[in-house]
Each structure stands twice: as C-alpha cells, then as structure tokens.
Nanobody, 128 residues
C-alpha cells in the first residue's frame, strides 16, 4: 500500500514560483510511476506532469511545458513539482498520484484512471 501526502501549496502572485512536494510511504514507492494532477472548482481533474519509476522519463501537459518540472528522489520517497512563471489559470488543488499496477512501455501515464493511490491535495492560488 502506498500513502501520499502533498505539501507546498499556497498563495503566490502571477509570475511567481512554488515547489510542491509529495511524500510517499510504502515499500514499493520507488518502483511506482508518479504524477501530478490538478482540479479547479467545477472542473475535472486534469493531468499536469508524470515521471517513471527511475526518473528518466517525464512528460507534461502542454499548458505547463517549459514552466513546470517534475522530479523524484526514490531514496527520500518524494516527488516534487517545481512551478515557475505561475499564471492565474494554474490555480487549483494539486494532487499527487501513484500507480501500483503493472507498468508497461515507457512507464508514464496520463489519466486519473491509470493511478491507484492519491494524496489529499494541496491548494495553489495565483493572484493576478
């Protein structure tokens, strides 16, 4: 079983930066593909970034490419999301997700249904 706890959310002005962190527990954490999703009020949960278990494959939503960076430290059981040049449209609750099912191919996944474990979420607010 994998348990996830996010931290690092808050209020930031447009153009600013935040770093989200997801702390995981469970002996299989280091082999789980991981991702960040976000959900704004009244909207569906959408993909932000994903990383494979080794940390050598990543991908991003088009809306955040070049501004956000996902990384992981399997020794520390953490997955981070560095968010730069934040925009008001980035405001949402950000969720960390882990997949514990069998992994295929490149080991990166893009939809909420691909993941088995979720954190409680952390709020990001961006003022214009």
């Amino acid at each position: 079983q994998v348990q996830l706890v996010e931290s690092g959310g808050g209020l930031v002005q447009a153009g600013g930066s935040l770093r989200l962190s997801c702390a995981g527990s469970g002996r299989t954490f280091s082999i789980n593909p991981m991702a960040w999703f976000r959900q704004a009020p009244g909207q569906e949960r959408t993909f932000v970034a994903t990383i494979n278990w080794r940390g050598d494959r990543t991908d991003y939503a088009d809306s955040v490419k070049g501004r956000f960076t996902i990384s992981r430290d399997n020794g520390e059981n953490t997955v981070d999301l560095q968010m730069n040049s934040l925009k008001p449209e980035d405001a949402a609750v950000y969720y960390c997700a882990a997949r514990s099912r069998i992994t295929y191919g490149a080991g990166i996944y893009y939809t909420p249904n691909d993941y088995d474990h979720w954190g409680q979420g952390t709020q990001v607010t961006v003022s214009s």
